[in-house]
């Protein structure tokens, strides 16, 4: 059991699991806005052995080096690798802190999101439609980049629909195979694809000037990761041909002063934040607190 446990900001609970944290520490402490630097964020840890955290926030080695308490850390996020994590995971490992994260919580929403805006753009529903007619999912080429979780669902889901699907992926995988889907060095699938989706890890950039000339023109590409998939300068050039970006968020799209080019389509808000999402972060998080405790 923890002696005080420590959420620096919101961090996406249901009310039933924040009334459970109280289970796990004696003292349980939830801040409900997000700190304005390392100062504010070491201020709230104080002395607590337990620190939970989303991915609006970052713990970072001067914040650990002031916070000589800390035993576990909770990422209330996804967590995929200690390079694109939001906690200095090496650090903390040196220091024998225990970090956890979670994964694959809000997908569903996401996949919902890119079906509904991909059938809208090609149909034309409150818009022009994408070609000179409306068109169906049906025989579309389909590229996606990053075939983990998110860009699996991504991919069943537009097979159902009857799309040709090909991914690039650090390696090729059997049951991606076994379902028909292609493997394609990125800048072959960029060629070939009408329609692209960047599934990565938040900091993964893979997509730079020769890759957008691979992607060339008359093309649609969503990003559904954290953080921009591209370098600014070569998408910004890419964006002024007869192509279409779509991101749900400001942080996938990389700032708000792309949100109002013409050839951007933005919502603003994370897909994946759904009513059944926060059912199975608040789930994951406390398996992981019990985990450690036990």
């Known amino acids: 059991m923890f002696r005080k446990l420590v959420a620096i900001e919101p961090v996406s ?8 944290l109280h289970s796990y520490a004696d003292e349980v402490v939830m801040y409900p806005d997000i700190p304005a630097g390392d100062e504010e964020i070491i201020a709230r840890i104080g002395d607590a052995d337990a620190v939970l955290l989303s ?9 650990l080096e002031k916070c000589t308490d800390i035993k576990y850390i909770g990422m209330c996020c996804s967590l995929y690798s200690p390079e694109s994590a939001n906690v200095d995971i090496r650090y903390a490992n040196e220091r024998g802190i225990i ?59 537009l ?11 650090r390696n090729e995988k059997k049951e991606a195979a076994a379902k028909g889907y292609r493997f394609l060095p990125l800048n072959e699938l960029l060629a070939q694809s009408e329609v692209v989706f960047c599934c990565l890890n938040k900091n993964t950039v893979l997509l730079h000037e020769a890759e957008f000339g691979q992607l060339g023109n008359k093309k649609i590409l969503f990003n559904t990761g954290l953080s921009p998939a591209w370098d600014e ?31 951007v389509r933005c919502m603003q808000v994370s897909t994946g934040r759904t009513r059944q999402a926060f059912d199975r972060l608040s789930e994951k998080v406390l398996a992981n607190i019990k985990e450690y405790i036990q």
Not at 55 to 63: D, E, K
Not at 247 to 257: I, K, M, N, R
Request: net charge negative; with cysteine.
């Open 13 to 20: 609970l249901i009310p039933s699991a924040e009334k459970e």
């Open 55 to 63: 991915y609006t926030s970052r713990i970072n080695r001067a914040v």
């Open 99 to 157: 970090v956890t994260g979670i994964r694959d919580y809000g997908d569903e929403g996401v996949v919902e999101y890119v079906v509904s805006e991909l059938v809208r753009c090609l149909h034309g529903f409150g818009q022009e439609p994408w070609e000179d007619m409306p068109r169906e999912i049906t025989g579309l080429k389909v590229g996606v980049v990053g075939l983990g979780k998110s860009g699996g669902m991504i991919a069943d889901a």
């Open 159 to 169: 097979k159902f629909f009857g799309a040709e699907i090909a991914y690039f992926a």
């Open 233 to 263: 300068p070569a998408f910004v050039k890419w964006l002024e041909g007869d192509n279409l970006c779509f991101c749900d968020t400001v942080g996938a799209l990389g700032g708000e002063q792309l949100l109002n080019h013409p050839h």
